[in-house]
């Protein structure tokens, strides 16, 4: 009487589920090390935790969209989305034609170049999705019928807010402590960006 063909490999640690596809790939040492200190931690198998923190980049994935919805509202969220993927998609190519050679490329936010090109490149998507008449629009009457200073001040929220932002990134790392949260986490992340781009504008 022959005997079942054993499937090769190691044996399955989740017997609640019908084995899946084999998927193979090589990985760093550090990366494996990690997985193995992980794997230790949780009482999972090395595929197991493997597996399972796969699953979890793709529910983060997901979970993107929903946060940035309750942090900015959808059409905000889908705006940063839209600038997201243009960046991401754009930026490494710009970058590589904005190096000394190929095999060098440039950050673009470095490069006065290829900042350029992204620059462009936001503003075509900006242009895009403007309503109907942006370009001579007039004053809101709510706003017209505002007393000076106010008028003034009110007719330009979006500069004012760009400038107060800005403040609060350009702002010293002593001050930008009791700055508003959201621009500490952005300053972290462009301060070599600040730093070249000198002076506030």
């Known amino acids: 009487m022959s005997e079942k063909k054993r499937r090769p490999g190691r044996p399955r640690t989740r017997t609640d589920e019908p ?3 084999y998927v193979g ?9 990690q997985l193995s200190a992980a794997a230790s931690a949780s009482g999972r198998s090395l595929s197991t935790e493997a597996q399972f923190r796969l699953e979890r980049s ?3 994935e997901e979970l993107l969209p929903q946060i940035l919805d309750l942090a900015y509202g ?10 997201g993927e243009c960046i991401k998609d754009s930026g490494p190519y710009i970058a590589t ?5 190929l095999g060098q490329p440039a950050r673009w936010m470095a ?3 290829a900042f350029r090109q992204m620059k462009a490149a936001i503003q075509i998507i900006l242009e895009d999705l403007e309503p109907i008449g942006t370009e001579n629009a007039e004053l809101p009457a709510t706003i017209a019928a505002l007393p000076e ?3 003034s001040l009110m007719g330009a929220i979006g500069p004012n807010t760009a400038r107060t932002i800005l403040n609060w990134l350009r702002a ?5 402590g009791t700055g508003p949260k959201m621009m500490r986490l952005a300053r972290d992340r462009l301060i070599e960006a600040i730093n070249r781009s000198g002076p506030q504008q």
């Open 19 to 21: 084995p899946g596809d």
């Open 25 to 33: 790939f090589r990985a760093p040492r550090a990366l494996k090390a």
């Open 58 to 60: 793709f529910q983060n």
């Open 74 to 83: 959808p059409e905000a969220s889908g705006l940063i989305m839209a600038l």
């Open 97 to 101: 034609f904005s190096g000394e050679d």
């Open 111 to 113: 490069s006065p170049w």
């Open 149 to 151: 200073p106010s008028r």
């Open 172 to 176: 010293s790392a002593d001050s930008a």
